[in-house]
């Protein structure tokens, strides 16, 4: 039996239904029902078995005025597609704990010598006139085993401008402002829907403004009165992961990424636009990923686009699906004369899930009942920068010990081939017990991945801004 998109929906929905109520949107005191977007990984394995790794709902990002001070601790971008990757992050380190441990895992398995040994090469330049694209993790996704994910919502940014468009009351692109013209490369177009027109924004394009520049990189979108932000949309970081793989700079220090790709992105049909689509994630003519489709990035890393599927299966906190419940209450009330609720809000609270037995709520990137102000380790997220550090260079020290008593019981020749991936694994753990955060991303074992992240943003990302200030913490 083939797997579709409405079983992957239905299997993400059905867990986020298990959660308890203290998890979920609720209806406020003045009558106000809370809506959220819901997104969720799915692995398939052999048989078209499905599990449902990780979910998350949310909304919202940190101010740029605010990232100096997280420390770690505080989540820079909690919309539901951002975090639930960094869930799923959690959730495949876990799985390699477990093996440190000696136990197992239906979703990662050990690499062989022989093919840590295989993959590495040496055509990358690095420090000191070195050339070396490091490729020598010690776990690895299992071949076997798709991934999909999804997203009760259309991706916030490029993806969605389409939508955004026929929800005005005139869907006539917005004049741009001399400075914004002045910053781009390639005209604009009076058409409200057209499907190439990519430009390279300036720094300060507003998150959903100005929605006749497509296929640019926009910064997440927010009231107008809202402090600014430079969390880049769910578009544009959809779109990289498909250059580097789900797993973040961490985690890719012991998983090698050739495997941890999406193979299809579901969303609502509702919510789906072909040419937003196909203009934000793809390499088809006029998709602005094209000049990446024949990229050779070496380390594990390639262009590797996802298929994109759609779902009659609406969310029951979607944002249509309170609007049709608010419109049918009211309908209700107005017949009985009474007096029904007045609207819908978006909900501030954030959900994390892990099939690995983890979940919290979250509230201004921290857990719930902590202060964004005073936030510290106990505040900190199991989804953090902090907190995924951590757990990464216990799993390097796990694996040294392991060895070590392996190598006791091993012969001459596996002794030989156990002292190898130890030297291995010791590289890695120099690179964990960096003294801050940003010397762990600054490591020689990375360079193939800011490689492959900078040529995405060279080539089909222009105008990306990185989001710094939060990288001097330590453990």
């Known amino acids: 039996m083939t797997v579709t998109a409405d079983d992957i929906a239905a299997l993400v929905q059905s867990h986020y239904d298990a959660l308890p109520p203290k998890r979920k949107p609720v209806v406020r005191g003045n009558g106000l029902r809370e809506w959220v977007p819901l997104a969720g990984i799915v692995a398939q394995g052999e048989n078209n078995e499905l599990w449902c790794l990780s979910l998350a709902t949310g909304m919202k990002c940190l101010p740029s005025s605010k990232i100096p001070r997280a420390q770690g601790n505080v989540l820079h971008d909690w919309h539901a597609e951002v975090l639930v990757i960094r869930a799923f992050n959690r959730f495949v380190l876990e799985e390699c704990r477990t093996l440190a441990l000696g136990g197992s895992s239906k979703f990662i398995r050990w690499r062989t010598s022989e093919e840590i040994g ?48 026929a929800s005005q009351e005139d869907a006539t692109p917005w004049e741009l402002p001399p400075e914004t013209l002045l910053s781009t490369t390639t005209t604009t177009t009076t058409s409200p829907t057209p499907i190439s027109s ?23 979108p927010a009231r107008s009165d809202a402090e600014p932000t430079l969390s880049k949309s769910c578009s544009d970081k959809l779109a990289l992961h498909q250059i580097t793989s789900l797993l973040s700079s961490t985690t890719a220090l012991l998983v090698d990424p050739s495997h941890v790709y ?15 689509c196909r203009r934000a994630f793809t390499s088809s003519p006029g998709g602005r990923m094209h000049s990446l489709s024949n990229a050779s990035l070496g380390g594990g890393y390639t262009f590797r686009p996802f298929a994109i599927s759609t779902t009659t299966s609406e969310f029951a906190f979607s944002q249509r699906s309170m609007g049709l419940e608010l419109s049918q209450t009211s309908s209700h009330h107005a017949q009985t004369q009474k007096k029904g ?7 501030n609270l954030a959900v994390a899930w892990t099939s690995s037995g983890l979940t919290e709520s979250t509230l201004g990137g921290v857990l719930q009942g902590r202060k964004q102000a005073a936030a510290d380790k106990r505040g900190a997220s199991f989804a953090s920068r902090r907190k995924i550090w951590g757990l ?17 019981e091993e012969g001459m020749e ?62």
């Open 118 to 165: 295989s993959s590495n090469d040496t055509d990358v330049e690095g420090e000191g006139g070195r050339r070396n694209r490091w490729h020598g993790q010690p776990f690895t996704w299992k071949e076997d085993i798709l991934l999909h994910m999804y997203c009760s919502e259309a991706p916030c940014g490029d993806a969605s401008m389409e939508l955004i468009m």
């Open 198 to 220: 990519i430009s390279a924004p300036a720094p300060s394009l507003p998150g959903r403004a100005y929605f006749s520049q497509l296929g640019v990189v926009r910064r997440k």
């Open 262 to 276: 999406l193979h299809t992105l579901v969303l609502p049909e509702s919510r789906y636009s072909a040419s937003a």
């Open 341 to 347: 609720p007045s609207s819908i809000a978006a909900s």
């Open 392 to 408: 990464a260079a216990s799993i390097a020290e796990l694996m040294l010990e392991g060895l070590e008593v392996r190598g006791q």
């Open 414 to 475: 596996e002794l030989a081939a156990t002292a190898k991936n130890a030297a291995g694994i010791v590289e890695i753990q120099r690179a964990l017990r960096s003294e801050t955060y940003g010397e762990v991303k600054a490591s020689m074992l990375l360079e193939p991945r800011r490689r492959a992240k900078e040529e995405a943003r060279a080539e089909a990302l222009k105008g990306w801004v990185r989001n710094s200030g939060d990288e001097y913490f330590t453990l």
